[in-house]
């Protein structure tokens, strides 16, 4: 069994074939499937696949970075008030996102960390968008570190010290598409790094993997990230698929 731990196979992307896209996945072998939110906008479409498929399909709640504007606390009492009306399995996907504009660095930590805190309230993991901005979020998360805050750190692709960081604050490291990729140097990073520690993940409906990479991704290419990671850890895709699934199921509880 597989696990998606981050897919936003909710989005307009998958409205002519997401019954199909869930199908796939589950011939692949993709058995359950997390779905981070990204803001307002994107709820209802996200609670109706949940509804629909309440077996696979678990929601988290969140504001994403790159949604972070002048109106963002208007978005973050929307999260809230989601919170009072069902469960989620996570915070998510929150974070900080330096790549496209640094516009609303500081409105983008404001959110972070006040997510961070309605997670560790609600005793909630996190999963952490880092785009350009692994010292901003970081400097945030070793702050609120307890044992009441963990969670991941999506797509990783930073350094070794990056990843021992992460570790030091006992989250874990979802790895995705860009693993499958020629000049990720990710294999060389990973063999430093338990597969106890390991999650993955398609964030579908982008960083679609090696050989479909420019196309749309979605669940059922995970098996291709597990395969790879089978390939760097020397081990059967079996072990990794049964190591990585338990990770997923442990924080989130599903």
């Known amino acids: 069994m597989l696990i998606d731990s981050h897919s936003h196979i909710y989005s307009e992307d998958f409205n002519d074939d997401r019954d199909e896209a869930i199908k796939r996945a589950l011939k692949a072998g993709v058995k359950k499937i997390i779905l981070p939110n990204i803001d307002s906008s994107s709820v209802l479409s996200m609670l109706d696949l949940a509804d629909k498929y309440p077996e696979i399909c678990f929601p988290l709640m969140g504001l994403h970075p790159t949604s972070v504007k002048e109106d963002y606390k208007k978005e973050l009492e929307e999260v809230d008030i989601w919170f009072e009306k069902r469960k989620f399995y996570g915070v998510g996907e929150i974070g900080i996102d330096l790549y496209w504009d640094k516009t609303f660095l500081k409105q983008q930590e404001d959110a972070f960390l006040i997510q961070v805190r309605l997670a560790k309230r609600l005793k909630l993991p996190i999963v952490i968008h880092v785009r350009n901005s692994f010292s901003e979020v970081y400097n945030i998360i070793e702050k609120e570190a307890c044992s009441d805050l963990n969670g991941i750190f999506h797509c990783f692709t930073g350094s070794n010290e990056e990843a021992q960081k992460i570790l030091n604050v ?50 059922s290419y995970l098996i291709y990230v597990a395969q790879k990671i089978a390939e760097i850890y020397s081990l059967p895709i079996e072990k990794v698929g049964q190591i990585t699934s338990e990770n997923v199921i442990n924080l989130f509880g599903i």
């Open 170 to 219: 006992g989250f874990k490291i979802g790895i995705g598409g860009v693993v499958t990729f020629k000049n990720s140097n990710l294999d060389v990073v990973l063999k430093n790094i338990g597969l106890e520690h390991i999650v993955l993940e398609t964030d579908s409906p982008y960083l679609t993997p090696i050989p479909f990479r420019g196309k749309r991704n979605e669940s």
